[in-house]
Structure formats: C-alpha cells, structure tokens
C-alpha cells in the first residue's frame, strides 16, 4: 500500500524545475505531491531525513538480466528484483536470453507475473526479434508487444543474412515496437572474449576486434535511415561507433544508444591477470574508446548508462578466461562506481543521473525519469558519501560475479520508492 | 572510489623472489633467465652419464596434466622429472575425468588431495594454467608447458640455452622468427625471453594475416618480406605451420607460404655466414623449412631437444626449492 511520505531536506539532482534545490519532497496516492514547500495540513505517515543527500527520480535500466525462467542456477526474478531495488532502479528491462527464450506471450506473462508478485520493480521484458534468437524466423512481435514486451532484440546472436535483418526492422517498425540492437559482427568477432588489441595479444586471447562493433553500426545506421524506423544501440564500446552515432543524430535520424557501466570504468588493462570476472560483453576496450564513451555520456549522444546486470554462479567463473561465462553482477555497484566517476570529473553529475533517469525514459518511451509535481512516485535517495566494503554477503543479487569483492567503494542508496511506497531501505542492512 | 589494482600479481615467484611456478617469461627479470640458463647448464652432463639420475626431486610426485596432446614435450618432462628421482604420474586427459563432465578444479582438488607436489600442464587455453596456480593450495608448484596461444615458456628457455651455446651471448644479437607468429605461444615466449636477456633486435617475419594486433608492442620489427627480414640476422627460427590455417582464410595455400616464407638454403644465405637455424618442432618439411636446411651444418634443431631435458630439470628443480622455501617460511611465521 502506498503511503504518506515526507523526504525532508534533500538535494534535487534529477533533471526538472527544482533541480539542485535542498528541498522536502511530498509523497501521496503513489505520485508527488509537491517539491518545495509542503500543502498545509499534509501529515505524512513516515518521514525520512534526507539531509546531506540526493533526490533522484528511480533509475531505468535498459539491460538488467533476471535469469528466469529457465536459469535459476544463476539467479531467480525474486532475487534479483531486491538486488535491483538496493541499487536504486525502480524500471529495469530485461534480456530475452532466458530458457525459454523470451520469443513469446508465454514467457513474457510468465516473467511479467513474477516480477509483479515480487513487487520491487518495475520489470519491463524485452522480447526475442527472432524465433530463439536464431536470426532466421520473426518472432509474433505483436503479441510480444500485446504481452507487455516494451522492446524486441536478438541480442549478439547472428542474423542468418542482411535480408532477415532488414525485414525484421521493418516489421518491428510496423508493429510499433522498438528494436534495440547489440551491434557485432558475429564472424568478426567468432570465438573472441576480450578486446583486440595489445592485451589480447600478450595473453594470447583470441580478440573482438573494434571493427566487429563499427561495421555493425555502421550497417544499422543505413538501414535505419533507409526504413526510417527506430533503432536503439544496446551497449556501444568503441570511440568509433559513439562519433557515427553523433553525427546520424546531427542528420536527424531517429537513433539512440546506451552504454555499460563496466565500458565506462576499465579498459583491457585489467585483464592482465587473466581475472575472469572482467571477461564481459562488449569487451573492456582501450583507454580511447573509454574517454569517447564518457564523452559521449557528457554531451548527451549516448543517451542511458545500462547496469548490464548478469549475475553468474561461482562456477561459471572457475576456468581459464575464455571458458567462463562472460558478464558482471552490476545491480547493487552501479551507482557506487557512477560516484566514483562523478567524483574523479570524468563524468558530470548532471549527465549522470540524466543517463540513469530521463535518458532511459525518453528511449522507451515511458512516463517515468522526471521529477516533478504529479509524477509517478518512483524515487531514490542517494548517499553519495557513505563508504562500504564489498562483499559476497553484502550482495543481495545471487551473483556473486564482480571484481569489486573485498574492495571498498563509495555511495549507495539509502531508499527506493516505488509508486510512493518504500521497497528498499538501506537501515541495518550494512 | 579507488582504482582497481589488478596488475598481473608476480604470482610465479615466493617470498624470496625465486620461482615457485613457471607460468610465463612475463615479469622474470635477465638474472631469473640467466639462473635457469645457468642452472639447466649443470644439468646438461647428467645425461651424459652411464645412470642419469640426480635425488633433487626423490620423494616428489609430478603430474602431468597434458589437455592437449604432445609428444615431445610431455616425454622430456617425464624424463627430466625422473632423472631428478621424482614420481611421475601421466595423466591422459581425454580419456579422464573432465570428459565426464568433472570440471577442471574437481579435477585438481582430486590430485591435490593425492599429495602431488606439480602440475606440468598443457592446456589449448590461454591462461590455463595461470588458473590453476591460482587455485591451488602452496603445496603444489605450476609449470606451464603450453597454454593456448599464450606461452611456451620452457620451449623458450631451451631455445635461449641453445642460441648461448652457439653464439656465447645475446648481447649484438639479431635474431629473425619466421612464420606463424598470431597462433605461437613459442613465437611470444621467444621474443619475451630475448629482450629481456638483452638481444640487439628481435625480428619476426610473416604476412599481416599471420601476426597480433598491436605486434609491435612486443618489442619486435615486423618484415612482410623474407628477404629483407633475413639480411644479416645471427639466428633464424622457424616456427612450425598448422594446416588448419588455409581454412579461415588466413593463406592460400601450403606452396605459396613456402614459396615466401619457407627456408631454402637460397633464403638462409641471405642471413649470416655463421646464422644457426632453430625450429621448435615438430617440423613440416617442404612447408615452413627445406630439408636441406632442416638437416644441414647451420641446424641446431637436435641440439635444441637435447637441451629440453636439462631446462625442464632446471625448472622443475627450481619451482621446487622455491616452494619448499615458501612452506618453510610459511611455518617459521606460525
């Protein structure tokens, strides 16, 4: 039940009119109230001290893998919606890499009706654009749609040729259903688990060359321009692909792309160790394609950060590198590394929280993202200083796939409000 | 936040800096080399002796956790583990455990309970052996006897050791390496190992289809050409070329790569009068080498064999003390 809800005196860092004020913020009936000054005669139910701490509208996550059905091993809806709701997302979409694979109404109630029983998040799944991802047959978009899937993609996976990939554009355009496109040349990038480059060669990994992401863009930037449809690039990693980006956006072309957090904080470099915990997709490129990625971030081409949450079971990590599965548990770092890159300048604090908020929002679509009087109480309050360790046991998520473990980190958020009612409270939990 | 500290750990030498496992020429300084070129030198006369057996190892079991096959290799550790006076347990992984789905640390944890005190491991993946060292207990010593494209690094330290006896120094050195140098993990080692112990320049010749991205970075200059790559250098080494390789399109066929990069006694002239010639083996002749060159007086191919035994006791005898070095501190701290 959404209740009465008064944050006093916490900074507004979400984009909106009252953007940087120290303000109370009033919650009832699931939406806000009012930002500033209180109605008389509002007596909230619970009231939280938001002194010394920052406001957002719930962060959106465009890629937050959930692991059900099919993958419980690794994780279950139930555990990774509290994972999600400690690290502030109150919307989070999910891959259709579940097994099943997510091509059908089936599974897309089936998780719709999971993650609404847990109630934690709101949890938004992406549908297959292909029968099993196998990039020969069009999934029934429409009634992928009519489930409640918000977007269709085939992920890494290969389209058979150029034909079925331009026809399922063009029927995702027809169906009024966003693509979204992880860009990778399936043959260039064939057997590859780490960036091309110097590294790779030292440590005799077979690399993912650059080329394998930029010819991709580039092949989905004329077929979008050429079908006008929408194309949405899911976890772009090269210099190169944010400037083609750029530059069809200045040309009008209805494009928008997100980032990975973990393409954001390390390059290649950290590989040396052959540490298979940063064996993720994309690969960590080079220190250039990091500062173009930030960059990106900053001036508003790319336009949402991702968790790119795929939590794992220890096993899946106990081999060498190119054996393990490849992916980071992110939901509950995200924001403690955002702090990281807000506090070293490399990313602006404005451009952050805009990529995690109205960024996400404006790619789906969604009424969500902002803050302001009326809109839907979906909210955040973050502590940007508070320092922990991380841990196997601090971790809500079921994986346990970082590289964070036993380091100390900066920032967390203290409570998640969903639809004006407390879901995560961080009170005792560490 | 804090940056991430995740250089690659000098995982291979104990407290002492003495190895302890031998994983990589990566991080070993000229003087870690030298000991081992040094110490496999001692070793070199045990062979030539009516009973070729030392009691370095006596008591200390050695597997060898071959993932891969070979033939040389595998024997000439075995060999050199029992001319130390080691146990030697042969483990054939293809017909064993972890193709029954047993994953890889069941496996060690299985051979560590049975008290082996070293791994020789061959693995077609690149770091595989560095997993391991990682996570077994101190009780148990690595050597790397190929991993993926990663490293050979043994194969390179008998290469070392034949090129000193050859050539007295690496000091003014040129040294060419021919051919498949992306899929090499002995091309990598090799070329690691001479920079460090000081060689004037390393050269590696092959078409762009057959080097690494960023090739350069390794402290090499990089000849498309066979000729020019040849001129004046003191050493050749050929590397060996998989047949696989026309498949993905990487060369046209077997006769043109010899016909540019193959060593005919024409090529050879280019390099000096006095150049040796090295080949890891096994050799294909008639695609990367001429038999003529493979079996003439510039050859040193079989030499290079014979020193692989007494390496492989060096190494083998070396990560042993440094272990028991470590268990002994280990104990004098509780």
Redesign the interface.
Known sequence: MSSRLLLKGGRIVSPGSMCGQVVDVAVADGKVLSIGSVPAGFTPDTEIDAAGHWISAGFIDLSHTLRQPGLEHKATISSEVLAAARGGFTTLCTPPSTSPVNDSAAVTNLIYDQALEAAQVKVLPIGAMTKGLQGEQLSEMFALRQAGCIAVTNMRRPFRNNQVLKRCLEYACSQDIRAFVCPQDAALAKEGCAH???M????????I?AIAEVLSVAQWLILAEETEAQVHFSQISCARSVSMISEAKSRGLKVTADVAIANLM?TD??I?????M?HVEPPLRSEADRKALLEGVNEGVIDAICSNHEPHES?AK??????TAAGMSQAELLW??M??LI??GQLRQDAAIRALTVGPAAVLNIESGSLESGAVADLVVLDPDTRWTVSEDSLLSRGKNT??IG?????RALYTILDGTIVYSAEGSF | MPELDEHSPVLQLNRFDHLRHFLSIDGLSRQHLTDILDTAETFIEVGTRSIKKVPLLRGKTVANLFFEASTRTRTTFELAAKRLSADVLNINISTSATSKGESLSDMLQNLEAMAVDMFVVRHAQSGAPHFIAESVTPRVSVINAGDGRHAHPTQAMLDMLTIRQHKGQFKGLTVAIVGDILHSRVARSQIRALNVLGAKEVRVIAPDTLLPVDVESFGVTVFNDMAQGLDGVDVVIMLRLQKERMEGALLPSESEFFRLYGLSEKKLKLAKPDAIVMHPGPINRGVEIDSAVADGPQSVILNEVTNGIAVRMAVLSMAMSGQIADLAADEEVL
């Open positions: 091309d480059g110097a790779a060669s030292k440590l005799g990994l077979v690399g060359p390390h470099a950290v040396a160790g052959y540490n298979p940063y096993a106990q081999a060498p590198f190119a054996e403690s590394q702090v990281g506090q070293t590289p964070w380091k100390s980190v900066q920032g």
